[in-house]
Structure formats: C-alpha cells, structure tokens
C-alpha cells in the first residue's frame, strides 16, 4: 500500500461543477464497420491563440487492416480553410475528433511521412472506448475521500446529474463544411473498403517520437535526451508553461477538439507532450488517438493547454505548439489508441527539491518539482533535473569538484531516508558523473521485485568550485612485517594531492582472526573508484552460494549502496584474489574455519572478527588503487 504521504498532492479532490460550466455527454458514434469510402465528415481542433475549436473538412479514403492483432485504421484527407492556413495536418492534431452525419468516428492520429501533409489516419473510436474499461492498478483508491457529508454528497450527485442531463445537448455536433471552403478530394478509384496498407515506416504519429520540456538548458537537455531516448523518444521541443496556470485546478474541463496536455514532470522543470481532446463523458476523457509512452496503466499528469500557434513545414512536418497549463487530473491510461484519464482524480507524485551552490560565482540556487509516480521513470527524470539545475546555476560544468548530498525519503530503509554523501570530480562535465550515485540509488530503491516501493521525496544538494581536489596513492607501508590473526597492523599511506606536496594518513587494518597463514594481499583504493569485494558474513571474503530471496537480495543491495565507500575515503579491504572459488576448495576452507571457531569458543574467544574492510576520510578524491602485502603469521 502506498503511503499518504508520498502525495505531495491530494490524490483525490472533490469535483466541483461551477454555475453555467459546460458538461459533456458521450456523443453517438459511428461503428467501423459503417465507415465507408467516400464519406465526408467534420473534424476539429484549434490551431492558433484565438482558442476557438475550429472545423475542416474530412473525406474518408478508405480502411486500412496491417493483420491480424493489429489496429484498425482509417485513412482520409483534409482540406478547407483551416487546413490551408495550417498546410495541412499538423503535430499537435493529434486526438482531434472527426464526425459522420454527426457522429463520432474517431481521432485523427497519424500522417503519413515526408509524403501528403493532407493525408492522414484516423483511430477508430471503438478502440479508444475500450480505455475506459482498462484495469487501473494505479489507482490509489484507499485514499478517495468525499470532503461533505454522506446527505451533502447524494444532493451534489444528484445536482451533478441533472447538470448532465441538461448541458447534453451542449455536445459537438458536425457542422457542415461548404465546398468553397473545402475543396473536394481526388475520386478514390480503389472499389474497396479496405486498401493495402503503406510501409509502416512512412506513418508517423507523434507517439514516442515527440516530447516537450520547458526548464532544461542546452546541457540539461542533452542528458534528458539520453535518458529518454531508449524509451523511444527522438523529437524534443521547447515550449512554455502557460502563464495563467497556478499547478492545481479543480474545476477544470475539457472539450472535445480542445487542447490538453500529460506531463510526467511539473513545476520548475517540465516534460510532457500536448495534443487535442477526442471525447468526453461527464469528467472521462480521451484524447490523442495514439499513445504517450504506450507504458498501459499510468500515473500521469492530466494538463490543460493553450494553443500558442501553428508552424508549417514541408512534406507534414509542421506542427502545432500548445504551453502546458494546470493540473486538473490524472492519465490512467496510455495505449495504442490513445491516452484515457480523469478529470479531478490527481496522481499520486514525488516531489524533488534541488538546491546548488557555486563557490566560484557566489550564487545559491534551489529547483523544485514534482515527478508522475512511475518506477521506469523516476530514476531518468530524477537525474535529469538534478544534472540540469548543476548545469543552469554553474553555468561550465568543465574542470570542476562537485560535493553532493542526496536524501530519498522512503519506505526501504528502516530510518524513512536513504542518504549518501560524496564528493566528485572531471576535467569536462562533472556533472556525469555527480548525479551517477543518485540514479543508481533511484534505479534500486524502484527496482524491488516483490512489491512496489515508496520514494515520498527526493532533497539533493550540491556544492561546486573549479578547484581540483584529487590526490593519487604513492604507497603504503605496514608498521610490522608479521602481524598474527586478530592484530591490528597499522599502514602508513602516502597521497599525493594535485600540484600539491604529499602527504601521509595511517590507516589501521585488523586481520581477521580466521585468516590462514601466509601472504595477504590488501587492495588499498577511493571509496567509489571500484567495486568493493565481495565480503560475505563469513570470514576470508569467501563467496558462498546465494540461498536468498529476492526480497534479501534487494536489502542486500540497498544496504552495499549504503555502506560503499566514498570517492574521498580511503579504503582498506582484502584484494578479491584471495576469494575462494570452486565448491570443492569452498568446502574444505569453510570446514577449516567453522573448526578454528569451535576451538576459539572453547577458548574463551566470544566476538570473533571477521573480513572487512576499514574506510577513513581525507581531503581529497582518489583516483587510483595500490595494493600491499602482509604476511600473516601462525596463530
């Protein structure tokens, strides 16, 4: 169960219906399988500032079917006024709805690429209808609260109702386009319905192909494109917020072939995309005709949006550009058809505040937003906002020593905070690599197998200066030359700092008091620089065969990122040669060892030490790994 608190904001608000606010009902819609060739209809959409839902006029070229398992769709082609202003059928197009004799067919989806800019693809309804009835997992529905009374919550339904009932009429209806606004198509010569399907690589959709961010700086946006990328995003595309939004709005509506828009960051960094409102039933809606992330049950932000204007461009590469406005509810789902939602339910969201210092210009900066709840996507989103807030308050991440402190709020640590301090370093983007550890801890902490985890907030601060504090490992000298198991040998090791003169730290090292005699090789390095070795409970580092469950090995790695070494700690622990491998010599060691331990019970011995490693702090980062021998002695 997911905790309230992670909800920085309600999750569910009450709906309420202003005096004269327009209510929509479902329209009548037209099946399929009585779309035909030759039909012409209405579709509409907005596509300047004017904010007013304009029509244009569709023809109906025929049906396409790519095989079984596949999408139906529709193929038509613009034309009138509007589509001659605009050069045909735009990004940002995307969910308008296209009307028969007054019924709803579907939503325009897709053009065909760097081919017609006036042909384009229709998703059928049919399709889009069956989103409502999608399972939503990701509802949060312990937490839906009516903030009346029982009394006050029948008469506000009951006024809701009749509300419906009498603004109903109030719904789209197709208005007729006149033939000198809209210049009729070619006569479609195909006889049937069903025509061969182009190459599939020509039709482009805006889904996963278009994403729209606000707040990323060149550098900033540069790692959100790597991040996003693989989820199959390839198009990025300034926009603004709008300026009459004020985050949360809960008395929003939505009309069909209005612009709204889903977002999966808010705040002062935004990402998200915008497109046209197909339908609406009382608060449900769909919109797009194609998908976002086609990621199904979802936990996105439901924006309102206002069309800005509309750019042209050769062979359907125009597009429609819409600023991101309020929250007024919540994507529940993302699919092939469309994105489907309701308006007033609110996701449940990660609030992520980022605060950097830059020594060199004097400046303190603090970033906050707020991430969609989504395990695939916080760790990406997350890193992303961290590196850019680096990057826009530095302004030169080259040749720079970043410290950072991160605390993830959350329900897999038995303190409520997953925290970790280090301090970084590179002579081109430092950035690369000072958010590494706080997208590893996210990608953890989200990639529990047995049950989703709670992230209630992310709080990240950085400190940066142009100064180099890096030092490499000259040597290390151990005070004794044998040292029994159990003794401590002390190792004088010396650094030297970048341009500056060396210096020394000792660093104390107890052997285990099960380590065999002979040579011990220790590996001496940063905290962070290399992995630490694999050391087990049981003594010598040795590797046994995992007998844990998932639920174990997902503490055990939260616990190894807790525990691991910083990049300015020196580190002391056994080289992983002296691991023992093979079941056979595994055997025979562990034999050896649980004998050495029964002996020293008897001997009165009660806290018997086992491999481990010892970690002390310094000034400064280090960049390399030396190793030395000891020569441990019989016991």
């Known amino acids: 169960m997911r905790s309230f608190f992670k909800k920085f904001f309600p999750i569910v608000v009450a709906i309420f219906f202003l005096v004269g606010q327009k209510v929509f009902a479902m329209p009548e819609i037209l099946p399929l399988e009585k779309v035909e060739s030759g039909m012409s209809g209405t579709g509409y959409t907005i ?3 004017s904010g007013k839902i304009e029509p244009f006029r569709v023809d109906i070229i025929g049906l396409m079917d790519n095989g079984k398992g596949s999408q139906q769709m529709i193929m038509a082609k613009a034309s009138g006024s509007v589509i001659e202003k605009t050069g045909g059928v735009l990004q940002g197009m995307s969910g308008s709805p296209v009307y028969v004799d007054g019924k709803l067919v579907g939503a325009l989806a897709a053009g065909l690429k760097e081919m017609s800019p006036y042909t384009f693809f229709i998703t059928p309804i049919e399709s889009m209808l069956k989103l409502w009835n999608m399972p939503d997992d990701k509802a949060i529905n312990q937490y839906k609260k009516v903030l009346t009374d029982e009394k006050n919550s029948e008469e506000k ?11 109903s009429d109030e719904k789209i209806s197709e208005e007729k386009v006149s033939e000198e606004e809209s210049p009729s198509i070619e006569e ?14 020509d039709i482009e959709t805006e889904e996963k192909s278009t994403l729209f961010f606000s707040g990323f700086d060149t550098g900033g946006l540069n790692f959100l494109k790597r991040e996003m990328q693989p989820l199959g995003f390839e198009k990025f595309f300034a926009v603004s917020t709008s300026k009459n939004s004020t985050g949360l709005k809960h008395d929003a509506t939505l009309e069909p072939g209005g612009a709204m828009g889903v977002a999966v960051v808010f705040g002062d960094f935004l990402v998200g995309a915008t497109g ?19 990621a199904g049950n979802v936990n996105f932000f439901m924006t309102d949006s206002s069309v800005i204007g509309s750019i042209s461009g050769e062979n359907g590469s125009g597009v429609k550009i819409a600023s991101v406005g309020n929250i007024i509810g919540r994507i529940n789902q993302d699919r092939e058809a469309g994105v489907a939602g309701i308006i007033g339910n609110f996701p449940s969201v990660v609030p992520i505040s980022v605060t950097v210092t830059d020594k060199d210009l004097n400046v303190s900066e603090t970033y906050n937003a707020t991430i969609a709840y989504n395990e695939n996507l916080i760790p990406k989103l997350g890193a992303s906002i961290a590196y850019t807030a680096l990057s826009k308050t530095a302004d030169s991440l080259a040749e720079s020593t970043v410290d950072v402190n991160f605390a993830i709020k959350t329900n897999v640590v038995d303190s409520g905070t997953f925290s970790r301090q280090n ?11 000072a958010i590494v550890e706080l997208l590893q801890a996210l990608t953890t902490i989200c990639s529990n197998t047995t049950k989703e985890s709670n992230i209630f907030g992310i709080d990240v601060t950085m400190t940066r200066d142009s100064e180099r504090r890096t030092a490499s490992l000259i040597s290390a000298v151990p005070d004794k030359k044998k040292v029994k198991p159990g003794e401590t040998v002390n190792l004088t090791v010396t650094l030297q700092p970048y341009r500056k003169s060396n210096e020394t730290v000792v660093v104390p090292y107890t052997i285990p008091i099960t380590r065999p005699e002979g040579n011990m090789v220790l590996d001496i390095h940063g905290g962070s620089l290399v992995a630490v070795s694999q050391v087990s409970a049981t003594p010598v580092g040795i590797v046994t065969p995992s007998t844990s469950t998932p639920e174990q090995s997902y503490n055990e790695k939260i616990k190894k990122l807790l525990t691991t070494g910083r990049n300015n700690q020196l580190v002391v622990e056994p080289n992983s ?45 280090i960049d390399n790994v030396i190793q030395v021998t000891i020569n441990v002695d019989k016991l």
């Not at 339904?157 to 603004?167: F, L, M, P, T, Y």
């Not at 006889?191 to 061969?196: L, W």
């Not at 301090?423 to 690599?433: I, K, L």
Request: proline letters at 4%; charged letters at 30%; a positive charge.
């Open 47 to 49: 596509v300047d500032n």
């Open 157 to 167: 339904n009951s006024d809701e109702k009749n509300s419906e009932e009498k603004n």
């Open 188 to 201: 479609v010569k195909t006889p049937s319905e069903v025509i061969t399907p182009p190459n599939l690589e």
């Open 577 to 621: 040669a002296s691991v023992v491998k093979g079941e056979r010599a595994l055997k025979k060691e562990m034999a050896r060892i649980k004998k050495l331990q029964e002996k020293l019970k008897k001997s009165g011995v009660k806290n018997i030490p086992v491999a481990k490693e010892t970690k002390i702090d310094t000034n400064y980062i």
């Open 423 to 433: 301090s970084f370093y590179n002579s081109t983007d430092v950035g690369q690599v």
């Open 276 to 294: 046209t409102v197909t339908a609406v039933d009382g608060q449900k809606i769909l919109g797009f005709g194609h998908s976002f992330t086609h």
